[in-house]
Every structure is written in C-alpha cells, then in structure tokens.
C-alpha cells in the first residue's frame, strides 16, 4: 500500500436547512508532510468533535481504489483527491482485509484501526445531494478511522505496511454492514465487546442490537 495524497481543509461554511454551519470536508491536497497528532492533524480543520477527531477518530484514510467507482457514479463532480473528507488516499487499502485493531506504520507514524467512517449530511452538501448517502452505505466501502499511537509525519508516496494484524478478524467491511444491514444479533455482540473498536462506534452497535432485540419482540 501507499499514500496517493495527503489532504487537509480551510473552514467552509455551507447552508444547511437555514442555517450557516461550519465544516471541515472540503479537504483538497497539500504538498505535505502533514503531522498526525494524537487527537488530530495538525493544520487540518475539525468542527464537530462529537464525531470527528479525537483519541480513536485522529485521522481518516480513504481508498484510492474506490474512487473510479465515484467518478463513474457521479461524473459531473470536480474530482481530486480529499473528495470523501479523508485525510490519507492511500492504494491498495481493502476493508475487507483490514482488520479494526490493525496496527500499521504509515509514513514515520504508526496508527491502529479504530472504526469504519459513518456517512453524513455533511458528504452529501460535499457531493450536491444526499443521495450519495445511500449509495455510500449500498457500496460498503467506508475506508477507515486511525487511532494514532506514535505520532508522525505523512507524505505523499509514502508506504502503508502493516505491522500487526488484529486476532479477532474483524474486518471494516463487516462492522459497517452491522451497522447498516446487521443480520446476526450475535455477530453484532461479539463485535460490540472487541478491545480496540472507537467508543462511539461500540454505542452505535448497541443501538443496532437494540433494534434488533425489539424487532424480535414484536
């Protein structure tokens, strides 16, 4: 694997529903490095800390792999790098094969696994439509939330290798259809239990198994 491009973004401020909110996902590239910190990147704007940035949420990678799909899908856009607010585009990165709690070395930084990205609203005003939330949860190729355990700089070209895959095989891929199309309840327990998965990702897992419990109920 290796890092297409490094992006970060200005603050916009975007109309939504009447109301002038500021945003951070018109992330484009820079020449680099970009510095992954503990709770964030440095230089990188982040609004909403309820669910972006953090300790399990500091840094977002994107497949580069995806986006011919996208570009297909929706032609009439500007296309460059950044276009799904990632922090990383990086090749080769296959969220059926990456695990959470993977740890990789990314540049001289060394991160782990911590979550699938969750679509929101503010994709769609990204993209002109909210439609592209549909399609993104249809695609289930979310790329991936990086928990940064050694903070470092990020190039592009740099390599993405992992050093240690995570025991319990529990890819992103699969966490994100539990949270949009969940079929095992018990899948989605074993899940919420994994040591390395972001807290807020647990909660909405539990959420899921909720719905599930009262669905099977009724």
Known sequence: ??????????????????????????????PGPILLEDEDVK???????KYHGGKDKACYLFSADHYAHWQKRYPEQEWNWGMFGENITADG???????VGD???????????SQPRQPCYKLGVRFGTQKILKDFIAYACPGAYLRVLTPGTVTEGAAVSILEKDPHKLSLK?????????????????AIKHPFLAESCRKDLDKVLKRISRAQVS
């Open 43 to 49: 230089g990188d704007t982040v609004i909403d800390r």
């Open 174 to 190: 699969k966490v994100f259809e539990m949270l949009y199309r969940p079929e095992d309840s018990h899948e989605v327990q074993e």
């Open 1 to 30: 694997m290796k890092v297409i491009a490094v992006n970060i973004a200005s603050p916009t401020v975007i109309n939504w529903r009447g109301k002038e909110i500021k945003t951070g996902i018109y992330k484009s590239p820079v």
């Open 103 to 113: 740890i990789l070395k990314i540049g001289n930084a060394v991160v782990q696994v």
């Open 93 to 99: 990165f296959d969220e059926a094969d990456i695990y």
